[in-house]
């Protein structure tokens, strides 16, 4: 099976998986992270489309799928899988005990990787319109829930959804930092999450650099770690994907257990 599909993946997503046309930059432009693109035929027409634009990139179905894990490489869901459960094996839980709260979900792939071992409760949570409508197309029936929201302004509705659930897992992959997720977000979804929870998330090794710290990941890991509010159970770097131009893109994955809640939100 191609690196991009996944036994959850749709009959329809496989399908467009292979007949899409994508053209792509030469190698050696030197496109920073947040500029990468390519050039795909949808609709009757050829699109240049950004990575980080993700409603224009979830509008093209296997685009995602085709570009991010096929030509790039990536391999961060199967890398915190992997890591994962032997931790759960570990502590003496299962994979189906899981309950998972997943932030920055896209449309899917990280539940859809879950999945394959055995996790079967999933809520989503993205701030992008087009994510929920893509995970259903390309994932059917995975998640529960599917929330469109900020998650430091959540609607009522929204809130009493996920207050509707027990979580005792947050999955946040490939989405912190770059104008993603920022910190305040990512308090909101830890704070959701069980004492005791599985807390599971990957970063951009750069973005843990305390010298400079844009992202303002830095400090804050450092803070849930030196305060007790997060046990470390594992860290590792890894090779994320490639970069257009063929570059090895580095990642630290963490797995952790929550040990208590952030007393007040953070907001910078
Ligand atoms: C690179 S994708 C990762 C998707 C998925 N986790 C995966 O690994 O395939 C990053 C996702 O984070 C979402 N995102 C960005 N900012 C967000 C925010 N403030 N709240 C929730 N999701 C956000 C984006 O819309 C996008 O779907």
Redesign the pocket.
């Known amino acids: 099976m191609p690196l991009a599909l996944t036994d959850a993946c749709s009959d329809d997503l496989k399908t467009a998986i292979q007949g899409l046309q994508v053209a792509f930059p030469r190698a050696g432009t030197g496109l920073d992270q947040d500029e990468e693109w390519v050039v795909v035929y949808h609709d009757g027409e050829w699109q240049k489309i950004r990575l980080h634009d ?1 409603n224009d990139l979830f509008a093209v179905p296997g685009l995602y799928e085709k570009w991010v894990y096929d030509v790039l490489g990536c391999r ?2 199967q890398q915190v899988r992997s890591l994962l459960l032997p931790c759960l094996q570990e502590a003496g839980e299962t994979p189906a005990s899981l309950s998972v709260l997943d ?4 449309n899917g ?2 539940v859809g990787v879950l999945a394959e071992a055995g996790v079967n409760r999933f809520v989503g ?4 319109p087009n ?1 929920a409508t893509a995970a259903e197309r390309d994932r059917p029936g995975l998640y529960e829930d599917f929330i469109i929201d ?2 430091t302004d959540l609607s009522n509705e929204h809130a009493s959804i996920l207050d509707r659930h027990s979580f005792n897992c947050l999955t946040c ?3 912190l930092g770059f104008g ?3 910190p305040e ?1 990512f308090v909101e979804a830890y704070n959701r999450i069980d004492n005791g929870g599985w807390i599971v998330f990957t970063i951009k090794s750069d973005f843990l650099d305390d010298d400079d710290d844009r992202s303002g990941f830095s400090g804050l890991i450092r803070h849930m770690l030196q305060s007790n509010l997060l046990e470390l159970v594992t860290r590792q770097s890894f090779e994320h994907r490639k970069s257009s131009d063929g570059n090895a893109l580095i990642y630290d994955a963490f797995i952790g257990r929550k040990r208590c809640g952030f007393p007040v939100v953070i907001s910078r």
């Open positions: 993700y961060s869901p932030l920055g979900a896209g792939y990280v949570v993205d701030i992008n994510a900020d998650l992959v490939a989405a993603d997720i920022p977000v």
